[in-house]
């Protein structure tokens, strides 16, 4: 399985951004696809989680009403919609995918795309 993440960029604080995670191999489809952040000086941190199957979602209390996943099934595709950004939400975001099921720990999450960067200025 491979991960391919993009979509990353310089916005201002109060910008929107939309990430993209397109995942190719032998996914299946009880996978769940899974959003990190890590900021400079700082620990890997979970933003948000797709169920493949279903679509439900699961969001840190962080980002909640902020940051929207989504999924393409034609595509294979995993979207994070991130609106009213803020400084703080400046990181390397990475999409990662766990086979087996819904969590928010990093090492369920077996598979990882190589990062896309996100900087929001004040």
């Known amino acids: 399985v491979q991960l391919q993440a993009s979509g990353g960029g310089l916005v201002q604080a109060g910008d929107s951004l939309r990430l993209s995670c397109s995942a190719s191999g032998r996914t299946g489809t009880s996978f769940v696809m899974g959003w990190f952040r890590r900021a400079p000086g700082k620990e890997r941190e979970f933003v948000g989680a797709?169920?493949?199957?279903?679509?439900?979602?699961y969001y840190p209390d962080s980002v909640k009403g902020r940051f929207t996943i989504s999924r393409d099934n034609a595509k294979n595709t995993v979207f994070l919609q991130m609106n009213s950004l803020k400084p703080e939400d400046t990181a390397v975001y990475y999409c990662?995918?766990?086979?087996?099921?819904?969590?928010?720990?990093?090492?369920?999450?077996?598979?990882w795309g190589q990062g896309t960067e996100v900087t929001v200025s004040s």
């Open positions: 990662a995918l766990n086979p087996e099921g819904m969590s928010m720990i990093a090492s369920r999450f077996i598979y």
């Open positions: 797709i169920r493949w199957r279903g679509a439900d979602t």
